[in-house]
């Protein structure tokens, strides 16, 4: 099989696991960053002060790359830029707005999501290993979709190709978005991305204090957490009474 297929097969598949796949990344972070609480002396934030800046700067990453997300979804139109896993989806290409300046944004955002829990946990071989993954994972599943795209969209997907990255974004060909916002689509598609960061956050915390035999959780992360879960059951409720009633004409 020719490399050009089998990098094709392997995004393919990946693009089928990849909400689950990185989950196992998260727990061996999770893992490095309980054993380091359980030795200090590994982090190499000893100051309070400064590792508590350096927490909001951790969850800070991670909200840049939900907003870049929640950008992206909220100016494309319906069936692109979505969460699907069986298969490609695309019946339009999106090229305006923040398509204009990097080919794969949501992406972008998600490696900044994934940014965030990687940095807390202070070590700079999990952090580098946790880059180095993530483009090897995510460079075959582009691929896929790039063929995909190329063959459903030809040239109009070539001639755009040309000139925009594929991950860097370069603003000098920027076009505004032949959309309007929409904070529903947002609602409805980024819910599980802002609950799962506070989530997340909160699990490391909580989990190191238990297994350290101490209670010195961080209750600004449980409330956050507890919030952020409070409004995916609200809007999981939405979207389900909407479609009860849609249903129901």
Known sequence: MALQEEFEQQ??????????????????G????????????LFFIQDPTIK???????IAVSLFG????????????????????????????NTTG??????????????????????????????????????VYYERIMF????????????TYTD???????????????VKPNLSFSWKKVLKKEKNGFAAIFIIFCAFDVTAELLKGTQNFNIYLIIAAAISIVLYLILKALKKSALMQQEDR
């Open 98 to 135: 923040i398509y204009s300046t990097v080919r794969h944004p949501l992406y972008v955002g998600n490696f900044f999501m994934w940014l965030g829990p990687a940095l807390v946990t202070e070590n700079i071989w999990f952090i580098v290993a946790f880059i180095l993954f993530y483009w």
């Open 30 to 41: 999770m893992a490095i960053y309980v054993y380091a609480a359980l030795n200090p002396e």
């Open 66 to 93: 939900q907003y870049i997300r929640a950008y992206t979804v909220g100016h494309t139109p319906k069936n692109t830029s979505g969460r699907n896993t069986g298969e490609q989806v695309a019946d339009t290409l």
């Open 52 to 58: 508590n800046y350096f927490l909001i700067f951790c």
């Open 160 to 174: 755009w190709a040309e000139k925009t990255p594929a991950f860097i974004p370069s603003f000098k060909n920027f």
């Open 11 to 28: 995004g393919v598949w990946l693009f089928k696991y990849r909400g689950t796949l990185p989950v196992i990344i998260l727990f061996i």
């Open 144 to 155: 896929a979709e790039e063929q995909f795209l190329r063959r459903k969209f030809k040239e």
